[in-house]
């Protein structure tokens, strides 16, 4: 009980009063950085590197236990009234992304959420403690802070955990300070009398990246406590950093001492020029049945990384500028009539209406004009009215309401390749995987396209070539 009071008093040193007033300068204090340091590297030698485990071999918590680095040259000061404590940042070895089921959509990198703290004790030594904070879909970036924050030691045993309500509340978690297996999603429920109850529970979700091998990522979640494990504290701010009596407003009326920006670590992000209305968009084709019509459709592919079925890759490695920091690539159609004295093209791609990662895989999908899009290997099929009238009208259902975008079954790629099924043609559908999914990709049709036989309507080209829209009607 003497420890939680004492990382009590952290939080409330951590939430409590403006930034100006929480950190000191580094200059001022840069010996009682050293000290800390010295002392963890004492005491932990040779740990910040290591990945920590349990007797079996076992990650004793999947999120703490991977490589880190504490960047002691971006250390800062955080005074607690009659001590002074060191808070760290954390640089994780991987790119690891978090989110939960609390977050509204929001997705934030580990190294973010997490700091080292080191507060002098009476025997001159340091206490230690790993805090993560996971903000609520009511938190705002520098503002109140509302969410989930844990303490941790060093190697991921749990302390405890806070809850911080957007009513100026902090509630304590009552749960067994155990560390469970953290790659399984435990569901909590209590059993009063006869009647099961079923409360809210929350649960962190991660999932990490590794371009040179993504065989070796690993979804995994943990759960973070159910409402009725948190209950509210009736402590306050005393002189020896602990909790006692009524301070718990000024906690969770007062501002974080870190800035927690989500990120956008998604896999896929809608389109920058969304088609409002599909019909009003392909009303240039005439689709007419004569022998001075010719159809096409073309199938373009952006690899995430060219001549590669790797189905993403961190960004720059592929020919998108996403802004993102994974690029997935993009599949999409260009559908084309020619007549005599002209043609009408029309760009089409499908999309997220709103941002996707495997954590949050699907939502409304949405049609874009991709005529200013990239690609870097493409497949021409010459097509019949008919054909191509059955590929148009598959192409329609992308608005619609209810049709929605899924990462693993019916993503930009996915959509391509069931248009062409409307016309009878069937491409290979390869699966590539990813983090928490699977399912058709750039990567893998695009080299499917590479070394398919072609029939004799069928063009493969490995160059780009611009393809701007053509052709207006009234």
Not at 48 to 77: C, H, M, Y
Not at 231 to 252: F, H, N, P, R, Y
Not at 263 to 288: E, L, P, Q
Not at 303 to 326: E, K, N
Request: hydrophobic content about 35%; aromatic content about 10%.
């Amino acid at each position: 009980m003497k420890k939680n009071l004492l990382f009590a008093g952290i939080f409330v040193a951590l939430l409590a009063g403006c930034r100006k007033n929480q950190l000191s300068s580094r200059s001022v204090n840069e010996t009682l950085v050293d000290n800390a340091r010295s002392f963890f590297l004492r005491t932990h030698s040779g740990e910040e590197g290591r990945v920590q485990t349990n007797s079996n071999g076992a990650p004793r918590n999947f999120r703490l236990s991977q490589g880190r680095t504490l960047q002691w040259d971006k250390a800062s000061i955080i005074d607690l009234g009659i001590a002074k404590a060191v808070i760290v940042p954390v640089k994780f070895n991987r790119d690891f992304y978090v989110t939960s089921n609390f977050s509204g959509r929001a997705t934030y990198s580990l190294d973010n959420i997490t700091r080292l703290y080191l507060s002098p004790d009476s025997s001159g030594g340091f206490n230690i403690a790993m805090l993560s904070f996971f903000p609520d879909s009511n938190y705002k970036t520098a503002g109140q802070f509302t969410g989930i924050a844990f303490v941790e030691d060093w190697e991921g045993n749990a302390i405890t955990k806070y809850k911080f309500d957007k009513n100026n509340k902090i509630l304590q978690w009552t749960g067994s300070a155990q560390s469970g297996n953290q790659g399984i999603v435990h569901g909590e429920s209590v059993d009063r009398g006869n009647m099961l109850i079923s409360e809210t529970c929350y649960t962190i979700t991660g999932y990490n990246y590794s371009a040179d091998n993504p065989s070796l990522t690993y979804p995994w979640s943990e759960p973070a406590g159910c409402a009725y494990s948190y209950v509210e504290s009736v402590s306050d701010i005393s002189t020896g950093g602990g909790l006692s009596g009524s301070g718990v407003g000024a906690i969770a009326g007062s501002r974080i001492g870190v800035n927690l920006n989500p990120v956008k670590t998604v896999i896929i992000a809608g389109g920058t020029n969304i088609i409002g209305n599909i019909k009003d968009y392909t009303k240039c084709f005439s689709n007419v049945a004569t022998s001075d019509h010719s159809f096409t459709v073309t199938v373009c592919v952006d690899q995430p990384l060219p001549g590669s079925r790797q189905p993403w890759g961190f960004t720059g490695t592929g020919s998108s500028a996403t802004g993102l920091p994974v690029d997935v690539g993009h599949c999409f159609l260009v559908l084309t009539e020619n007549y005599p004295g002209g043609s009408t093209v029309r760009n089409v791609g499908f999309y997220p209406s709103d941002a996707v990662n495997p954590l949050s895989p699907s939502t409304q999908g949405q049609l874009n004009n991709d005529a200013s899009h990239s690609y870097n290997i493409s497949l021409t099929i010459k097509l019949t009215n008919t054909q191509f009238s059955s590929v148009l009208n598959y192409v329609t259902l992308g608005n619609n309401l209810g049709f929605n975008y899924n990462l693993n079954s019916n993503n930009c790629t996915t959509f391509v390749l069931h248009a062409l099924n409307q016309a009878g043609i069937y491409l290979p559908a390869t699966s590539g995987s990813w983090p928490n999914g699977s399912g058709n990709d750039p990567g893998d049709l695009g080299e499917d396209i590479r070394l398919m036989q072609l029939s004799t309507n069928m063009t493969r080209n490995t160059v780009f070539n611009y393809h701007p829209n053509f052709g207006n009607c009234y």
